[in-house]
């Protein structure tokens, strides 16, 4: 297990060994998040890196990652906990036909840790080997309003509240990392407990970082491109901008192809690797590629 960061300048470090290429402000918030033990609600569109930053953290830190992914319908037996129902019954059946049941000590049993089925919210709160883990709530808009109520309890006080067993807190609470892609807003009472940050797409010179990082098999030569020509993508009114996701799926897809430049044709052939919704492929097909491609072709010629 390794230590937390002692500065803002270790959290940059710290996630940059991760191969996670982040800007000044993401790392003060982040390291603010750790010092204070306070969760980060990490805020942004999908694909810019929010998810990412607990699983670098998790390997960084060497920290147990507890991912919770939120769904519509997301309840407490699917987040929380649950009881191992038919162990329970199998428990009662054998208590029947030994005959002379206590029944006062048999519901004892039967709400006893033994047959507590354990979901990620109360795993976190659990003891684990190399200190707290890191407790990752991805996609909270995707829940609902009750869901996100129920959150308050954990995010206060890092406990959690089972009628037939009792409270359980956590010794050491853990490192929350909470992200919404922004799809409905989170109620403001969730985000006082919370530190905050939105996750912008980055600039070039930090997304050609990023790809140098995460796919040091492209050339300098077709990086620059790749980077140049989705930052021209991002600026089109499309109904879903391509994030760093789908910018290093695109590249690893061209190396495969053997791709040392881009041109019109090979754009257009994968152009579904870069974006996803067939409407947004339409308009940037023909003219609208060949122009970005001149485009940035002048751009790249004039900073040489």
């Known amino acids: 297990m390794a230590a937390l960061p002692a ?26 998040a750790l010092r204070l033990k306070r969760p980060l609600f990490l805020e942004g569109e999908a694909g810019v890196g929010k998810t990412e930053i607990a699983k670098v953290l998790s390997a960084a830190l060497g920290r147990k990652l507890i991912r919770l992914q939120c769904y ?14 038919a162990g329970q019954m199998m428990a009662i059946r054998l ?11 048999l519901e004892t049993d ?37 869901f996100e109520a129920f959150l308050l309890e954990i995010l206060s006080d890092f406990q959690v509240t089972v009628p037939e067993f009792g ?18 807003e989170i109620h403001d009472a969730l985000k006082r407990r919370c530190l905050y940050h939105w996750v912008d797409y980055p600039d070039a010179a930090r997304e050609l970082a990023i790809l140098r990082s995460r796919v ?9 491109e790749i980077v140049g020509f989705v ?46 919704y067939q409407d947004d492929i339409q308009r940037m ?14 751009e790249l010629a004039s900073a040489q």
């Not at 047959?115 to 890191?134: F, K, N, Q, S, T």
């Not at 040091?216 to 620059?224: C, D, F, K, T």
Request: avoid cysteine; hydrophobic fraction near 45%; proline fraction near 5%.
């Open 7 to 32: 500065s803002i300048d270790e959290t940059l470090t710290l996630l940059g060994r991760g191969g996670y290429v982040a800007d000044r402000a993401l790392a003060t918030v982040l390291f603010l």
């Open 72 to 85: 519509e319908g997301l309840d407490v037996a699917s987040a929380v906990y649950e009881w191992n129902y």
């Open 95 to 105: 208590a029947e036909a030994a005959g002379g049941v206590d029944r006062g000590s």
């Open 110 to 146: 039967l709400f006893s840790e033994r047959y507590l089925v354990r979901r990620p919210l109360l795993d976190a709160l659990e003891p684990h080997e190399g200190g707290a883990p890191i407790l990752l709530i991805d996609e909270l808009d995707r829940t609902d309003e009750a």
């Open 167 to 184: 409270t359980v807190k956590a010794a050491e609470p853990p490192i929350v990392i909470v992200t919404s892609n922004r799809t409905r």
């Open 216 to 224: 040091p098999g492209a050339s300098e030569r077709l990086s620059r």
């Open 231 to 276: 930052g021209r993508i991002r600026s089109q009114e499309l109904f879903k901008a391509p994030g760093v996701a789908e910018t290093l799926d695109w590249a690893q897809a061209l190396i495969e192809l053997d791709t040392v430049a881009l041109d019109p044709a090979i754009v257009a052939d994968t152009l579904g690797v870069l974006l996803k």
């Open 285 to 298: 097909q023909g003219s609208e590629i060949r122009k970005a491609l001149e485009d940035l072709r002048a």
